[in-house]
């Protein structure tokens, strides 16, 4: 920023106002400035309507004598709450904490919070207490996980509050449009679980398993079509008596993949729709005495912190987690906002993963 130097002898009165170790307050920037006070609002809350110039000369006195703007205040000048929710009923605690890591990475230094929100979709004050929690709270926006974000009437009742919102949904294309507007972040989980699909197979397993997530999300339902897609590829089929249900935790990857091992002939190979699951597969094989992966491929969904510090390391298919929380995040706070985010995913192939037997006998 270009200034105007003070006259030989006239005493800077930022220097004099830091003298004096007084709380800076809006209406001190306002007089430093010489702008109004609501000129300064502006500055702070990036109105578009400030000149450049005159941005550029409110910051430098702000940064000089480190005004901090009043949330609170904020929030009843403009009347919201400079809060953003993340509401979520979601069993696996570290996609939550990823998801939210990334909202995190966005808002940080911008006068924004984050409140996180958990919640029973079961419960029947589902709907009623969201509805509170944003009328409390005042939230300037509202990310919804899945499988939530899939739910007509949430998504309704967040319109009639006219609340801006956010899902997070691996369901692209029309399956993914529902009768409400809003932005959407999507995960393709379909390519990556093609790909997993394709690399068991290429590596000659035939029975292979699959842990499937819970009933009802759109992200199992997505996560086994692209499965299914890998094997017709290479001219396989999954066998019903091979698949179970899951609910993205490790207690119950634990309990599917005992299932599964303990069937006869067992599988060579078992894909876990998520990876707390995956590494309840890796228990469950080695209290049979099996070997991962000379007796058995394991392949997760993820690509959460453990895939890669289990032994052996996790082949998993990887989401970007935390990329979609931070677009969630900046969906809400653009100023252009985006009807769709798009994210691939990928394979990510480690040590779990090997060649089938060619001595078993399926």
Known sequence: MTTTALPEGVPDPVEDFLKRRKKATINDVASLARV???TVSRVINHSPSVR????DQVNAIIARIGFKPDPQARGLAF??????GLVYDNPNAQYVINIQNGVLDFIRGSGTELVVHPCDKTSPDFIDEIREFVELQRLSGVIVLPPIAENRQLLAALDDLDVPYVRITAMPGEENTPPIVSSQVVSRDRMGCRAAAEHLADLGHRRIGFISGPAGYASARQRRQ???EGLTARGLTLDS????QGEYTFESGYVAGKALLSQSPRPTAIFSSNDEMAVGVYKAAAELGLSVPDDLSVVGYDDAPIAARVTPGLTSVRAPIRDIGRAAADALLAENRKDSTVFDTALIVRESTGPADPSFKP
Do not use: C, N, Q
Request: net charge positive; charged share 35%; glycine share 4%.
């Open 36 to 38: 109004s006070k609501k």
């Open 52 to 55: 450049a110039e005159t941005r």
């Open 79 to 84: 009347r919201r709450s400079f809060l953003l």
């Open 226 to 228: 692209g499965f299914d």
């Open 241 to 244: 008596a091979l698949i179970v």
